[in-house]
């Protein structure tokens, strides 16, 4: 397995961990729980299930459609814009809830472009490598 893909179901469980986590904590502290709400949605979704999905997919779309992946370059752009931007949305979230931190919105909304665009290169990337065989 091409070493950026194990690292992308390496911090799919990290993402896995840390969004239960948070889930848990918002079940302890409820009254501080809608600041996480978002947090704990996107670790989880955007971060396990979508990081799983791009490890997977990355090894195993390729093959069924037996060729290799369109761009290994994408794949690790990818990799760092997805992680930039999770974790950056992730930390800009509560303070941007909180209302108090002006530029917590715009990190938000930088971190959150991050994670659209590497959305956008696994889309170009897979539609670019599955085939019908
Ligand atoms: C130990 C595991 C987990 C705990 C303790 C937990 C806890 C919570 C809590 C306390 C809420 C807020 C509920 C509310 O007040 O409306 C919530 C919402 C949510 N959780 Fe989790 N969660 C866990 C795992 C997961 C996982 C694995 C996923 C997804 C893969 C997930 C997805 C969601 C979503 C999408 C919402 C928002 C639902 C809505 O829009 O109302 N959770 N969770
Ligand atoms: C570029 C990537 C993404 C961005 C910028 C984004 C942004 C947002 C924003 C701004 C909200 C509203 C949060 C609030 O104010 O309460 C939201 C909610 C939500 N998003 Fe995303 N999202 C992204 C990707 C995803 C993905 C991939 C999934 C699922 C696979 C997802 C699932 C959800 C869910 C379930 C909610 C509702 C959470 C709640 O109950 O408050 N998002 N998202």
Redesign the pocket.
Known sequence: MEPVIVWYLRMSVVYFVAGVATGFGMLLWPSESGYY??VH??LN??GF??MMIYGVGYHILPKFSGRHIYSPQIMKVQFWFSNA?LIG?AVS?PFH?GGGVPIAETT?VLF??L??I??ILFAINILKTVKSV
């Open positions: 709400l978002p949605v996107h979704l955007l299930m979508s931007g949305m979230w809830m938000l959150s472009a994670s659209l590497a959305i």
